[in-house]
């Protein structure tokens, strides 16, 4: 088990650039999250999988932000004509979602970093 | 709906010194409680968890107790040590677990 793995770590882009993050979540794991989180606040929600379905986006997702699931595996998060306001750590989480438990636990990857300026 | 309201940081301790982070939710239905650390530079990391009311979730020292009549979910240790220092998460997940919501982070500063 190698944990979730993203990359890449840092991207630095210029105002109007297309960027595009991926995750590698936990294998057989068959939930994927992405998260934003800003500097001294706590991670928000953007969107979720359910292996390759993606079923809810935030309104925090702009028609900007694209994310996929091929073949739910990994996933891309894109974000076209970045501006200064993106910037924040993107953070990538998986968990595996069993009928009939409780306390589903989901991992965290060590995020993607993203400045725009 | 649901939401997570954490004490503001940052907390600054010494060493030995006992550690209580308050949290405190708003949730439809029975959520599952969640206390997340996160060091400089990196992603989320699950410290304990709790699934019902009375539940005490415990890892490295750290404790928390599912209180449903007090809506908390308040994060103790008797002893923190430096290696403690990070910022602490309190999350709660709604009933399928298809969203997690996650508070503003306490920050944590252990002095020698």
């Known amino acids: 088990d190698t944990g979730v793995s993203q990359n890449p770590r840092h991207k630095i882009t210029k105002r109007g650039q297309n960027v595009t993050f991926r995750c590698d979540p936990i294998?057989?794991?068959?939930?994927l999250y992405w998260y934003r989180q800003t500097l001294g606040q706590g991670p928000e929600f953007l969107t979720y999988?359910?292996?390759?379905?993606?079923?809810?986006k935030s309104r925090l997702l702009s028609d900007r932000f694209s994310a996929e699931r091929p073949k739910g595996s990994f996933s891309t998060l894109e974000i076209q004509r970045t501006e200064q306001g993106d910037s924040a750590m993107y953070l990538c989480?998986?968990?595996?979602?069993?009928?009939?438990?409780?306390?589903?636990?989901?991992?965290f990857g060590e995020g993607s970093w993203l400045t725009v300026v | 709906g649901n939401s997570v309201t954490q004490m503001e940081g940052p907390v600054t301790l010494s060493e030995e010194a006992f550690l209580t982070i308050n949290c405190t939710y708003t949730?439809?239905?029975?959520?599952?409680l969640f206390w997340y650390v996160q060091y400089p530079g990196e992603g989320l990391q699950l410290l304990l968890k709790?699934?019902?009311?009375?539940d005490k979730g415990s890892n490295k020292g750290f404790e928390a107790t599912y209180r449903k009549e007090t809506t908390s979910f308040h994060l103790e240790k008797g002893s923190v040590q430096v290696s403690d220092s990070a910022v602490y998460f309190c999350?709660?997940?709604?009933?399928?677990?298809?969203?997690?919501?996650f508070g503003s982070g306490t920050k944590l500063n252990v002095k020698p």
């Open positions: 709790a699934t019902k009311a009375d």
């Open positions: 999350a709660l997940s709604g009933y399928n677990f298809n969203k997690f919501y």
């Open positions: 949730a439809t239905g029975y959520p599952s």
């Open positions: 989480a998986s968990s595996l979602l069993r009928t009939g438990s409780s306390g589903n636990t989901i991992y």
């Open positions: 294998s057989e794991h068959n939930r």
């Open positions: 999988f359910q292996n390759e379905a993606q079923l809810e």
